[in-house]
């Protein structure tokens, strides 16, 4: 088993009813509901919601795919800062205590111009302080970089506006299995230095399914009403 996966059950983090609702919430339908390009437009905020941020190219929109099962259900693709809306997905319709899953667009593409950064900046900024059903950011971070200094900024911005965020490792697959743990220690000891930063890293790989089973669980938990 691998090392990061064995760890996380030891923890026992999660009931069986996390888990449940967790598989349940993307096991069911989860229908894409609207791309959002400003906050009037933002569906009610009658229901938790989670949202998946970080870097150009990190692997949220695969990653939302991965959850679900689907391959085509948020668009990815090669060409970094493609996601420039806020993409609401609504979990478990069918169910009495649904949820929401938000792509947010990526963040530090060097291509796009200054002018659509500060309009990144400010949206992002003003759904992340504004949105009271918001229930945590998973901060998507890619496992070959570790944390990158716009990282670091958006980390101080919801550190500051005291949003509740877990740093979710992406694309492990990609490295060696020496450098996996190496990577995930690293990140563990500098999240301490964020205050409102989970302290437990999450591991995943979309390509190989890995990781998925806990952050279903953990999505799971943190929508639960
Ligand atoms: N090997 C590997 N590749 C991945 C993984 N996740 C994503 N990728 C690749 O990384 C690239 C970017 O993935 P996206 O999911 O589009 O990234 P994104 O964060 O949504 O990007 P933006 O919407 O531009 O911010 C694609 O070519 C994916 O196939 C993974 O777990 N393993
Ligand atoms: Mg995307």
Redesign the pocket.
């Known amino acids: 088993m691998k090392p990061w996966a064995k760890r996380r059950m030891e923890e026992e983090r999660y009931t069986q009813h996390d888990m449940e609702r967790g598989r349940l919430l993307f096991a069911g339908r989860v229908d894409f509901i609207m791309g959002a390009v400003s906050l009037g437009t933002l569906p009610g905020a009658d229901r938790p919601e989670v949202a998946f941020a ?10 939302v ?2 959850l679900t099962g689907r391959k085509t259900l ?10 420039q809306e806020l993409n609401y997905f609504e979990m478990g319709a069918e169910m009495n205590t649904p949820a929401y899953l938000v ?1 947010l ?2 963040y530090g ?1 060097a291509k796009i111009e200054r002018k659509k950064v500060n309009a990144w900046t400010r949206l992002v900024k003003d759904y992340l302080r504004g949105r009271p059903n918001l229930r945590r950011v998973m901060l ?1 971070i890619d496992s070959r970089h570790g944390l990158k200094e716009n990282d670091r900024e958006i980390m101080h911005m919801l550190d500051e506006a005291a949003v509740n965020y877990q740093i979710v490792l ?5 490295l060696k299995v020496a450098d996996r743990d190496k990577i995930l220690k690293k990140t563990q000891e500098d999240a301490k230095k964020f205050i409102a930063c989970h302290p437990i890293i999450m591991a ?5 399914g890995w990781g998925l089973e806990d952050l279903r669980a953990e999505i799971g938990q943190l929508t639960a009403f």
């Open positions: 970080g870097r150009s190219n990190v692997g949220k929109s695969s990653l795919n991965a948020a668009r990815t693709s090669n060409t970094p800062g493609r996601t792509d667009p990526g593409y998507l992406t694309k492990l697959d990609k995943t790989s979309s390509e190989k």
